[in-house]
Nanobody, 115 residues
Framework: QVRLVESGGGLAQPGGSLRLSCAAS????????MAWYRQAPGKERELVAL???????NYTDSVKGRFIISRDNARNTVFLQMNNPQPEDTAVYYC?????????WGKGTLVTVSS
């Protein structure tokens, strides 16, 4: 059973920074593609960033140059460094992986960007 547990959400000021973490278990983390999604109030869930086993990353256009996804295979953890967050980044952020044909999700962590 795959388990994904997000942490690090909270209140961030515009132009500040915040780092989200996702601890994974029940899978071979080092070969898995890991992703962060987000869902803002009244909007559909969207892909924010992903990182594949070789470290290649991909970002949605709205966060390019501001957010950084990374992974620590020794700790089975994926991170999302949120730099210069803006109010439009306010959302619940979810960790995701597809493992053995199933899409697994964490429960999410709320990020609120406000002054």
């Amino acid at each position: 059973q795959v388990r994904l547990v997000e942490s690090g959400g909270g209140l961030a000021q515009p132009g500040g920074s915040l780092r989200l973490s996702c601890a994974a278990s029940g899978m071979n983390f080092k070969i898995a593609t890991m992703a962060w999604y987000r869902q803002a109030p009244g909007k559909e869930r969207e892909l924010v960033a992903l990182i594949v086993r070789d470290g290649t990353t991909n970002y949605t256009d709205s966060v390019k140059g501001r957010f950084i996804i990374s992974r620590d295979n020794a700790r089975n953890t994926v991170f999302l460094q949120m730099n210069n967050p803006q109010p439009e980044d306010t959302a619940v952020y979810y960790c995701n992986t597809n493992w053995r044909g199933t899409s697994w999700w964490g429960k999410g962590t709320l990020v609120t960007v406000s002054s």
